[in-house]
């Protein structure tokens, strides 16, 4: 019996294994504990295993790796097709063994431990930065209770809503009409703030120290619109493979697939089912996607001071901003996935 190919379902406790020989026969089901994985595979000659790029995938897709096998990462999405009916561990085994034998499959790029890492930092800095916007939101809420408020933004910022926190506290501070049991809790508050903002900052610093040092988020965040953090996101989650012609940015494009606004659910882009109406589809990493709008927006905030291209002053002159926010970032999708496949540096557009 040779086993060419596995399939393999994982999950926290439970992995089943569904293998085929060169005959597309069955020959191996078997379900293993989640400590008895890598005793099998070190046993089983070298094949190829597929597995749904979800959570841990990239780490048992370095175990097996280690071990001589051939892993081969493939998105939940392109695996559903294959999943018969009655889905259970079993079954979903069965179909990422069929879904990596198609000759059209695309493959998720194993990521090293390093790579890990700083995705690592992306994540922790997005929750830093929600906790932050709860934290803000709670203040300015229980302020205005006791009639305390403080501007969102000074009038010659615009960026400047979480520093004027400060000038709340204060106000807060001094008030005589604010209860002293009111300060304290608010205070509690402010302290929390005060730390989450200091563990923003060192994440922020390592963040930068990765990027100064990563040639490919160096040269992406001189894109307008994309900048350091953004380089290092499209660096490390949108690595491009060159196998079997993958000539579009499939893993972050459909910026306009962002969801929400309508604007955005205008630009969608529709995927056809049946021969009845488009539906719309939004396929793309929600993170990335984000990003690419908001740093679509920021360029078409600079874009009123006259410094655009003549493309991005056209569009504005048809389209409403959310709107041609959203074709700006799908313009950004195709120009940074062109970088990253070509090697090429950014070629900044004639100024309108």
Known sequence: MTIIRVGLDTSKHVFQIHGVDENEQA???????????????????????????????????????????EVLLMPPQSIKAYVKRGKNDAIDAAAICEAMSRPTMRFVPVKTVEQQAALTMLGVRDMLVKQRTMLINAIRGHAAEFGVTAAKSLPSRKRGGPKQITELRGRLASDQGVPALAREILGLLASQLEAVNGKLKAIEARLMAWHRHDQTSQCLATIPGVGPIGGVSFALKSLPSRKRGCRT?????????????????????????????????????????????????????????GRASPWLLGLLARKPKKLAA????????????????SGETYRRPAQA
């Open 27 to 69: 020959v191996l089901r078997r379900q293993l504990r989640r400590g008895a994985v890598e005793k099998f595979f070190a046993e089983l000659p070298s094949t190829r295993i597929g597995i749904q790029a979800c959570g841990a995938a990239h780490h048992w897709a370095r175990r097996l790796r280690g071990l001589g096998h």
């Open 249 to 305: 940015p499939k893993p972050f494009a459909r910026a306009g697939t962002l969801r929400g606004g309508s604007a955005s659910r205008r630009a969608r882009t529709p995927r056809q089912a049946d021969t009845g109406p488009a539906r719309s589809a939004a396929r793309a990493d929600e993170d990335l996607r984000r990003r690419l709008v908001l740093g679509a927006t920021a360029v078409i905030q600079q874009a009123k001071r």
């Open 326 to 341: 959203v074709a700006l970032a799908n313009k950004m999708a195709r120009i940074v996935w062109a970088m990253m496949v």
